[in-house]
């Protein structure tokens, strides 16, 4: 049985304008299913502007009131009840289908990032020569190392490129960030305590780049 709770505004000389709200079943399972549709389409655009997010909770309300009033809305207009619902129906049809495409493109996005961060590791786990010309073999080749740091700038600066295309400068920013810079030893692992400081300064900033993705790769909220 629904409760009725009637509020009365009574102006001088002016007639008396009665509202009657009622809460019965229809109106705690619009309320329900309203509630359960924006937080299904806020989970899926979690890490979208908060204008988008602000819009879909709009439109829901929107629509609540419209079903809640509807004898009211079509009391000012014949076709009103049917013209807003149809409205706010193709809008957030709207936000629906935008929901879709950011999931896609941010998985898409996400599967495109890992690749990244796998296709470094060639560079990581490369064996290179020895250089001949320096004592007890301390250090590695020379062009051998000139060739990793070439192919370290190039991965870094297309996973850059990317980043700040697909994910927002933020991401790009986060990437690039030095802040968290190893200083680990690098060279010939035969040898005791030989650190070859270039080999090495290619290597530390290779493992700093890589963390730095794979903390990227964590959240969903790649532009904060």
Not at 47 to 72: G, H, I
Not at 105 to 117: G, V
Not at 198 to 209: A, E, F, K, P, T
């Amino acid at each position: 049985m629904a409760n009725e709770i009637p509020e009365t505004l009574n102006d001088a000389g002016s007639d008396i304008v009665s509202i009657t709200f009622k809460f019965e079943w229809r109106t705690i399972a619009r309320i329900g299913l309203v509630w359960a549709a924006e937080y299904a389409l806020l989970a899926l655009i979690e890490d979208s502007p908060a204008a988008v997010k602000l819009a879909t909770l709009v439109c829901a309300l929107l629509a609540l009131l419209t079903l809640q009033f509807e004898d009211r809305v079509r009391s000012l207009k014949r076709t009103l009840f049917r013209d807003v619902m149809f409205a706010l129906g193709v809008i957030y049809s709207a936000f629906i289908v935008y929901a879709v495409v950011h999931v896609y493109d941010r998985e898409s996005a996400r599967r495109t990032a890992k690749e990244l961060y796998v296709s470094s590791s060639e560079m990581m786990n490369r064996q290179l020569p020895v250089a001949a010309d320096v004592p007890n073999g301390g250090s590695y080749d020379a062009k051998a190392v000139t060739q990793v740091a070439d192919d370290a700038a190039t991965w870094r600066k297309n996973t850059a490129e990317w980043l700040g295309k697909n994910l927002g400068e933020a991401a790009r920013e986060r990437f690039l960030d030095v802040s968290g810079f190893p200083s680990l030893c690098w060279g010939p692992k035969y040898q005791d305590q030989s650190c070859d400081l270039r080999y090495g300064q290619v290597m530390n900033r290779l493992v700093n780049d890589r963390k730095n993705l794979a903390a990227i790769l964590e959240t969903n909220a790649y532009d904060k």
